[in-house]
C-alpha cells in the first residue's frame, strides 16, 4: 500500500472520513442549537466551542496524531465547507435546512415572545439589538429580525424600504392575532 510520510493511505483516508463525520454531526448540533449561537459569541458560547474543538479533534485524527493527519484533516473541513456552501448557494431549500431561515421578533412595535422563546433570545438580548440600531424601545420598530447569520435587523417606523419588505412568515400563534387590525403604532 501507499506510504505518506511514514503513514499508511488507508489511516489518511479513515480520518478524511472521520472528519467529515465530524464536521457534519456538529453542523447539526449548532443547527438545532439555533442561529443564536453564532451571531456574537457571548462567554458561555465561547466556551462551548473551545471545548468542543477539543473534545472532537481525537474523533477526527484518531489514533494519528502525525503531521500528515492533522494536515488531512484541516483539509478535509475546508473542502466539506466549500462544499457545502456552494450546494447552499445552488439549492435555497438546502440552504434553509442548514442554515435555518429568518426569524420575525418584532411586528408593528410588539415583540412577538413565543418567537423569542423558540429562537433562544433573551428579552435583554433583543433591547441591545434595538439600542444598537439607535432606537429607545420595540415600540419604535417596524419589525426586528433575526437573520440566518444570528445577527438582528431592526427596521423602525418611518423609514421607508426600498422594493418590498419581504417578511419571515409568522409563526401559526401570531397570525391570528395579526389579523385583529393591529396597525403600525398601536400598542
Not at 464536521?23 to 471545548?51: E, N, P, T, W
Amino acid at each position: 500500500m501507499f506510504d505518506f510520510g511514514g503513514v499508511h493511505i488507508s489511516v489518511l483516508v479513515n480520518t478524511v472520513l472521520r472528519s467529515s463525520l465530524v464536521y457534519l454531526a456538529i453542523l447539526a448540533a449548532l443547527r438545532i442549537a439555533g442561529k443564536r449561537h453564532v451571531a456574537q459569541l457571548s462567554i458561555v458560547d465561547f466556551v462551548l466551542v473551545l471545548l468542543v474543538s477539543n473534545a472532537v479533534q481525537n474523533a477526527m485524527v484518531g489514533p494519528d496524531t502525525s503531521l500528515a493527519g492533522g494536515l488531512v484533516a484541516a483539509v478535509t473541513l475546508i473542502f466539506v465547507n466549500l462544499l457545502l456552501t456552494r450546494l447552499v448557494i445552488r439549492d435555497e431549500r438546502l440552504g434553509a435546512l442548514l442554515e435555518g431561515e429568518p426569524a420575525l421578533l418584532i411586528r408593528n412595535g410588539r415583540i412577538l415572545e413565543s418567537h423569542l422563546a423558540r429562537e433562544g433570545i433573551r428579552p435583554a438580548e433583543l433591547q441591545a439589538a434595538i439600542r444598537e440600531h439607535g432606537l429607545s424601545s420595540e415600540k419604535e420598530c417596524r419589525v426586528a429580525i433575526l437573520e440566518i447569520d444570528g445577527s438582528i435587523s431592526v427596521v423602525p417606523f418611518g423609514v421607508e424600504v426600498k422594493g418590498e419588505l419581504h417578511l419571515p412568515p409568522l409563526h401559526r400563534s401570531h397570525r391570528r392575532a395579526g389579523r385583529r387590525g393591529n396597525r403600525p403604532g398601536q400598542s
